[in-house]
């Protein structure tokens, strides 16, 4: 079974550019959660949707963050302008159910803004 | 809000060492927890879980008990290697949020051969 998939893996911008991440859940699963990791700190949650409705995005900053869920499948999360502090990892994980299971992570995307 | 608190690192030890990473937790629910490992380069995996008081999650010869009474969650391992080397996450889950996860900010631990 393919895992969680992300692209790029890997980005730098400079501040006030615009970036864009890519996220492919496992097949089927319903949920998908975005998380930032940033360095030396744990995940934290930005956004999640069930199917393609937005289930919780109190803690995404919604002046610069924007995320979306074509069709209940790939989703993507986008970033303009961005900021140094953005710098983190950006990782993805989708969940089969919607009332509980275990999430599964992607490898994610390091972001570094200069 | 619900929050995890996990000990500082980085842990360093000695092959064959015994291992003990503290995780203590606060939550208006009933949460499930778990803990995530990070190894170098790869993504979060899921190292095991408990979904109730009492329970014991394990695996690879990891082990932690959910106690209620303390509000924590505590990850051993009798005999570490050096491919344990990486960074441990607790964390929980409350259904009462959306099953989202709320994260320590993490352990590294380094094992020395």
Not at chain 1, 32 to 59: A, C, E, M, R, T
Not at chain 1, 69 to 86: C, H, M, N, Y
């Amino acid at each position: 079974e393919a895992g969680v998939a992300q692209s790029p893996r890997y980005k730098i911008i400079e501040k006030r550019q615009s970036v864009a991440f890519w996220c492919n859940p496992i097949s089927g699963h319903a949920t998908l959660y975005w998380y930032q990791q940033i360095l030396g700190q744990g995940p934290k949650l930005l956004i999640q949707f069930q199917n393609n409705g937005v289930v919780d995005d109190s803690q995404l900053p919604k002046d610069r963050f924007s995320a979306e869920r074509l069709k209940g499948v790939d989703s993507t999360l986008k970033i303009q302008p961005a900021k140094l502090e953005d710098s983190a990892v950006y990782l993805c994980a989708s969940r089969l159910g919607t009332s509980g299971g275990e999430q599964y992570f992607g490898p994610g995307t390091r972001l570094t803004v200069t | 809000g619900d929050s995890v608190t996990q000990m500082e690192g980085p842990v360093t030890l000695s092959e064959e060492a015994f291992l003990t990473i503290n995780c203590t937790y606060t939550a208006t629910g009933y949460p499930s927890l778990f803990w995530y490992v990070q190894y170098p380069g790869e993504g979060l995996q899921l190292l095991l879980k408990a979904t109730k008081a009492d329970d014991k999650g394990s695996n690879k010869g990891f082990e932690a008990t959910y106690r209620k009474e303390t509000t924590s969650f505590h990850l051993e391992k009798g005999s570490v290697q050096v491919s344990d080397s990486a960074v441990y996450f607790c964390a929980l889950s409350d259904k009462e949020y959306g099953n989202k996860l709320v994260f320590g900010a993490g352990t590294i631990l380094r094992v020395k051969s």
